[in-house]
C-alpha cells in the first residue's frame, strides 16, 4: 500500500526561529523551495514559513529583519509516515492545507509532504520541496 | 474527451504592466492567487507574474516600486483551449512550468491551467487562481 513514507520529500529545508523574515526568503529562493519548517533540539516541528507567508509579510508592509519566529506558523499540522494516501487527502480537506511535515512514531521531523510535489511526480517534474 | 478548457479557472486576474511590482504583490495577497497575467489591447497574453518572481525579487533586493513591465516574464508560454490532457503534459514537462494561460483560437486570453488547480480538484481543495 502506498504510504506517506513512500512520496514524501526526504531532503526537508529547515530554518532557525531566530533568522530574520529577509533571510528565510532568500533561502526559499535559493533553495528552490515553497517553505521551510522550524524546528527544535528535539527536531520537533515547532513552526512553519511559506512563500504566501512571505507575500502576506511583503503585500502587508511587515518588517522583514524581525526574526522568523515572530511571524511563521506555530500550531503546525503535521501526519504520520505510516498514514495512507486517504488519511493524506482528509488531512489536507480538513484543514485546507498544501504543505504537510511528516513525522515518525516519536514525532521528530523526517520529512515533507506537498500537494505540489505529488503532483509533480505524475507530470515527472523535478520537486526539490514543498 | 477532457479537454483544457473543462479544466481552466475562467476567473483570471489579469495585471496592468505599468502597477508596480508592490501594487501587483498586493493583488496576488489579496486575490489569494499565485500569479497574475498581464494583457495588451487585444487581449493577448504579454507578461506573466507568479508568487515566485515575487520572492525572488524580494531576495535580491530588488526595488518593488518600479513598473511590473519591468520584471514580469515576457515570453509566456500559452495553451490552446481545446488541447487534450496529454498534450497539457507534454507542454507543462517541456517547459517545466507550472501554470499556462489559456487562449482561443485567435489567441485571446481565455482562462488559466495550473497544475495546483488541477490537484486542487483531485483533493477537493477552492482554487481561486493559478
Redesign the interface.
Same mark, same amino acid.
Given at each position: 500500500m502506498l504510504l506517506v513514507k513512500h512520496m514524501m520529500l526526504t531532503n526537508v529545508i529547515t530554518a532557525s526561529p531566530s533568522m530574520t523574515v #529577509?533571510e528565510t @526568503? %532568500?533561502i526559499?529562493? #535559493?533553495k528552490h523551495i515553497g517553505c521551510v519548517i522550524s524546528i527544535d533540539e528535539n527536531e520537533k516541528c515547532i513552526g512553519i514559513f511559506t %512563500?504566501?507567508d512571505? @507575500?502576506?509579510l +511583503?503585500? %502587508?508592509d511587515v518588517e /522583514?529583519d524581525q526574526p522568523l519566529g515572530n511571524v511563521m506558523t506555530k500550531n503546525v499540522i503535521t501526519i504520520q509516515e505510516d498514514s495512507s494516501i486517504n488519511e493524506i487527502?482528509k488531512t @489536507?480537506?480538513i484543514h485546507?492545507i498544501?504543505t504537510l511535515p511528516v513525522v515518525n512514531q516519536e514525532n521528530k521531523l523526517v520529512g515533507l509532504l506537498s +500537494?505540489?510535489s +505529488? /503532483?509533480?511526480q505524475f507530470?515527472?517534474?523535478?520537486s526539490q520541496n514543498c
Open positions: #529577509k @526568503i %532568500e526559499l529562493y #535559493k %512563500e504566501r512571505a @507575500i502576506r +511583503v503585500a %502587508e /522583514l487527502r @489536507i480537506q485546507s498544501r +500537494v505540489r +505529488v /503532483l509533480d507530470f515527472g517534474l523535478n
